[in-house]
């Protein structure tokens, strides 16, 4: 009995490194969620509250504001100027749709399937982007035009920055997957990084409801 | 290649400069962010003494009103974020896994990014010294007063940028330890078994996860304010000024929690040691931490209660209702060393150190809960005794304490206990010389902030006081260098366990293999090392 006493950790190899020994390591950790999955998961709550400081001062500015949009440019009046960011909220949608199906496809273990839905949600995206600096050379009034010039590009303007570091994220699994290095057991990244693209995602529907619908 | 220079792990370990730069080992993570975070003390202990050496005497002596306000603005800001926030993220980094029996953190290579964006943020801070004046306008940098008409020069948005990088910083180890803490623990550390260190890095890294972002956003809006033409918080321009301090607040106050927090953590690990008894009340302190770190979220309007334009009572009551875990802390402290063999060891009277000035740092904050006191001495310099008792009387004690605590499972040699013990009397009698004396000031009417006096005023005496009291703390911060020095040169080599220790860091070598364990003991309750040597010690007299 006494000689159980101590209970051995994961067999060690004293030649290995210790970028080896922890991810032996985290293949011991506990079940449930992986600890790529979990550490996106965190990482999407504090990108939560990062949106959730602007969208509370636009509220705050919004409700300070004796009318909204303010008076003396018709260009503030954005519900006249929805279509191209409501054709763009439709792409992104999709992206999001055809991001899942690349999950799907990699959790059959199925990585053509994987590649082919990655590089359309990819090309999505970029589209995405491009529309949306286009859509802003066409607004009459720019950041510097009052509070509500300052709230709609730095709400729309975070948001397009998280819809590229999105794009890079994804790039980052298409080419690992091209390597080969996702299999139906084994693709946390391709999660995580799914994870992050329906965020954002989200974002822009709240973002597109609130500045383009209800105006 | 880099793989054709593989050696066996000892020589690996000892190979210089560039395996420090590049490494990814949470121990030496943990040591860079003490060593990083203990020079930018020093640089913000001498900015603290130009203003102190500023305020001795009525008067304009050393400095212009513009450099006076950039130095206590740049001292509050590198003690706050680069000092106290990193070193305790350092003690998480380095012990956290050890006490959880991981063999690293979860995310090594993001570790290591957390920790680099730190020198590098600072270097960005403080380069407004050198291109034409650092921010000035305190570290709260309330708006109008940080916009770009009333703060021109880039000294402030180098302060932005450099606290955003800080932030994510922060946001990324909060994330690490989290994922740490729920995935990496060894088999047997149940949630319930986990260290109190870890249960307060554990809250911690939430507020870190859910505070920290508001205030990037808060710093990016300030940006865009002042270099875009926004008006986010200019009035003149339709834009809010309290809505800065709104957001500014939701995360400086759970802030001041990120910072005392592991520091009640690093207490609660040495008292019990050097009491000889385990910690009264276990899980009532759990549960104290994590109601202190949810009530956080709830106060923040308390810095706001003169601007008129909060709900005074709930701020007030909510913040008068945290009183209540702490209390409960205080009190399992007290209770774990009644009738405990005390040994007053360097370390333990850090932590007494502690116990005795967060006490009066939460009473004296409790005076500024209630609304109408506040009233009357918001922005004197009662606060400024109040930030200290809590900020140095507090974290900065328990900090020297886990210092001495853990430099032994460090480096493996002990720091001098005499010195240590010298260190402590010196800096606690001038930490006291210094800010007691500022509640008085505060109350006879002394704003914050201020280069300089009436000499009508009668503040005259306290000032020259607190002056001195803040050299003796300078002064007692000299032993301790000379300490580390002469210890890392031929201290005294102690075993693997010097304290008689709890918690698993103490069952493996001093300093650890870079994988941390060999064997790991059973883990049977939240002290799985006494439990060990306990059985081990019985069976020899058994036999
Ligand atoms: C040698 C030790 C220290 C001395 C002598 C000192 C002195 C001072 C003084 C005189 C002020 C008021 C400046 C003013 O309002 O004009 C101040 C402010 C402040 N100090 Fe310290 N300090 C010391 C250590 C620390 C430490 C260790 C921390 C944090 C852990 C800290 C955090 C702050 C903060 C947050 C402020 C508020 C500044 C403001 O009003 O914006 N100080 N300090
Ligand atoms: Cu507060």
């Excluded at chain 1, 006249?80 to 949608?93: D, E, F, N, S």
């Excluded at chain 2, 200019?234 to 929690?257: C, I, K, T």
């Excluded at chain 2, 334009?309 to 945290?322: A, K, W």
Aim: net charge neutral.
């Amino acid at each position: 009995m006494t000689a159980n006493a101590d209970v051995l950790v994961p067999v060690v190899d004293r030649g290995e490194s210790l970028e080896e020994l922890v991810h032996a390591a985290e293949e011991h950790t506990r079940g449930g969620i992986s600890n790529p999955v979990l550490g996106m998961i965190l990482f999407i709550a504090s990108e939560v509250m990062f949106f959730a400081g602007l969208f509370a001062a636009y509220f705050n500015i919004r409700s300070n504001a004796p009318v909204w949009p303010p008076l003396g440019n018709v260009e503030f009046n954005l519900r006249g100027h929805v279509l191209l960011p409501a054709i763009l909220t439709l792409m992104l949608v999709t992206s999001s749709v055809t991001c899942q199906i690349g999950i799907w496809a990699i959790r059959r273990g199925d990585r053509k399937g994987l590649m082919r839905a990655f590089v359309v949600t990819i090309v999505l995206g970029i589209l995405f982007l491009s529309g949306q600096a286009y859509d802003y050379t066409t607004l009459g009034f720019g950041i510097n035009d009052g509070p509500f010039g300052s709230t709609f590009y730095t709400l729309t303007g975070f948001h397009g920055a998280h819809v590229f570091a999105g794009v890079l994220m994804l790039g980052v699994v298409l080419y690992r997957g091209m390597a080969g290095q996702f299999s139906a057991r084994h693709h946390d990244a391709v999660e995580a990084a799914s994870l992050y693209w329906h965020f954002v995602d989200v974002v822009w529907i709240c973002l597109f409801t609130l500045l383009y619908i209800l105006g | 290649m880099a793989t054709t220079v593989l050696t066996p792990t000892a020589t690996r370990a000892r190979s210089g400069l560039y395996d420090w730069l590049t490494t990814t080992d949470h121990k030496k993570i943990g040591i860079l962010y003490l060593g990083s975070s203990f020079i930018f003390f020093l640089v913000g202990g001498v900015l603290a003494l130009a203003v102190r050496a500023e305020l001795a005497q009525p008067g304009l002596q050393f400095m212009g009103e513009a450099a006076y306000n950039q130095f206590f603005t740049m001292h509050a800001s590198v003690m706050l974020f680069l000092f106290v926030i990193p070193m305790l993220a350092g003690f998480g980094n380095y012990v956290v896994p050890l006490m959880i029996g991981a063999p690293d953190m979860a995310f090594p290579r993001i570790n290591a990014l957390s920790f680099w964006l730190l020198p590098l943020a600072g270097t960005i801070m403080m380069l407004g010294f050198v291109l034409g004046g650092s921010a000035a306008e305190g570290w709260t940098s309330y708006s109008p007063l940080a916009n770009a008409k009333y703060s021109p020069g880039v000294g402030t948005d180098l302060w932005i940028v450099g606290l955003i990088l800080i932030g994510t910083s922060s946001i990324l180890g909060g994330i690490n330890f989290l994922v740490t803490i729920f995935k990496m623990r060894a088999p047997g550390m149940t949630m319930f078994r986990l260290p109190i260190l870890a249960w307060t890095v554990l809250v911690t890294s939430v507020l870190v996860i859910l505070g920290t972002p508001v205030l990037t956003s808060a710093l990016i809006m300030l940006f865009i304010d002042r270099n875009y033409g926004g008006s986010f918080f200019d009035p003149a321009g339709g834009g809010n000024a309290v809505l800065w301090q709104n957001v500014f607040w939701f995360y400086s106050h759970p802030a001041v929690y990120i910072m005392v927090l592991p520091a009640m953590g690093i207490v609660s690990e040495i008292i019990p040691v050097f009491s000889r008894k385990p910690l009264f009340g276990y899980k009532a302190f759990v549960f104290a931490t994590a109601t202190i770190g949810a009530l956080g979220f709830s106060v923040w309007a308390h810095h706001m209660f003169t601007t008129g334009s909060v709900y005074l009572p709930f701020f007030s009551f909510m913040t008068f209702l945290i009183a209540v875990p702490t209390g409960v802390k205080m009190f399992n402290w007290i209770a774990t060393m009644w009738k405990g063999s005390i040994q007053f060891s360097a370390a333990m009277l850090f932590a007494l150190g502690f116990l005795t000035m967060f006490l009066i740092g939460g009473l004296n904050g409790a005076f500024s809960a209630s609304v109408p006191v506040d009233f009357a001495i918001h922005d004197t310099y009662w606060i400024v005794a109040h930030i200290h008792y809590v900020l140095f009387g507090g974290s900065v004690f328990a900090i020297f304490g886990g210092l001495f605590y853990w430099f032994p499972k460090m480096f493996g040699v002990k720091l001098n206990e005499t010195l240590g013990k010298i260190q402590f009397v010196v800096m606690f009698v001038g930490f006291n010389m210094t800010f007691f004396p500022m509640h008085e000031l505060g109350l006879m009417g002394m704003p914050r902030r201020i280069a300089d006096y009436s000499p009508m005023a009668g503040w005259n005496d306290l000032n020259l006081v607190a002056t001195i009291g803040g050299f003796l703390i300078a002064a007692s911060v000299l032993p301790f260098l000379w300490n580390v020095f002469i210890s890392l040169r031929g201290g005294e080599r102690v075993g693997d366990d010097p304290w008689e220790g709890n918690t698993l860091e103490w069952a493996t070598t001093s300093p650890p293999p870079p994988y941390n364990f060999d064997r790991l003991p059973e883990i049977r309750s939240e002290r799985p090392v006494f439990d060990q040597r306990h059985r081990l010690a019985g069976r020899a007299t058994g036999h």
